[in-house]
């Protein structure tokens, strides 16, 4: 049974950081492509960035040169170092896992920004 938990999202300033992290359990780690969702009140899930098992990355455009997706095969984890938070980053950030074309999603964590 595939679990993802996120953590460490909040409360933070304009201009500040956060780095949200993931635990994945119950799938091979390694070899499953991980990434980070995010969903604002009233609009649609959209993706904010993606790792491959071999560390290829993709970002949303909003996002490019602020946030870091990284991963840990090691410990299980992915991370999404978030830099330069903007209000319109105020969102539920969802961590997702795509195994064998698969997918499956977290509980979500939420971050507000304050401006």
């Known amino acids: 049974q595939v679990q993802l938990v996120e953590s460490w999202g909040g409360l933070v300033q304009a201009g500040g950081s956060l780095r949200l992290s993931c635990t994945a359990s119950?799938?091979?780690?390694?070899?499953?492509?991980m990434g980070w969702y995010r969903q604002a009140p009233g609009k649609q899930r959209e993706l904010v960035a993606t790792?491959?098992?071999?560390?290829?990355?993709k970002y949303a455009d909003s996002v490019k040169g602020r946030f870091t997706i990284s991963r840990d095969n090691a410990k299980n984890m992915v991370y999404l170092q978030m830099k330069g938070l903007k209000p319109e980053d105020i969102a539920v950030y969802y961590c997702y896992m795509n195994y064998r074309y698969r997918e499956y999603w977290g509980q979500g964590t939420q971050v507000t920004v304050s401006s």
């Open positions: 790792i491959t098992s071999g560390d290829s990355t």
């Open positions: 119950g799938t091979p780690f390694s070899i499953a492509v």
